[in-house]
């Protein structure tokens, strides 16, 4: 199982961001998906899931309203919209997913929210 994430970058206090999310090595389709993130000095949170169909979808309160999850089963992508992006919101984002009975996490994406 791999999951390699990409899109992170510099941007300024209500910009946007595109995360992306690349699985291999198992049946994607077959699988909910979750991104997190960690701030600096801060515990990993959760920040968005979904599940294998593309429903069930839940956000941490903080990111209701600006990002959005979605998954393309026939890439095997997972995204992360985010939009209207405030300095709270800069940290390392990871993609994860329990598969087979076991956690997998990517090696994480930086978002830097700053003017």
């Known amino acids: 199982v791999q999951l390699v994430e990409s899109g992170g970058g510099l941007v300024q206090p209500g910009g946007s961001l595109r995360l992306s999310c690349a699985a291999s090595?198992?049946?994607?389709?077959?699988?909910?998906m979750t991104w997190y993130r960690q701030a600096p000095g801060k515990e990993r949170e959760l920040v968005a899931s979904i599940g294998s169909d593309g429903g069930r979808i839940t956000y941490a309160d903080s990111v209701k309203g600006r990002f959005t999850i979605s998954r393309d089963n026939t890439k095997s992508r997972v995204y992360l919209q985010m939009n209207s992006l405030k300095a709270e919101d800069t940290a390392v984002y990871y993609c994860?997913?329990?598969?087979?009975?076991?956690?997998?996490w990517g090696q994480g994406t930086q978002v830097t929210v700053s003017s």
């Open positions: 090595g198992f049946t994607f389709g077959n699988y909910g």
């Open positions: 994860y997913s329990y598969v087979w009975a076991r956690h997998y």
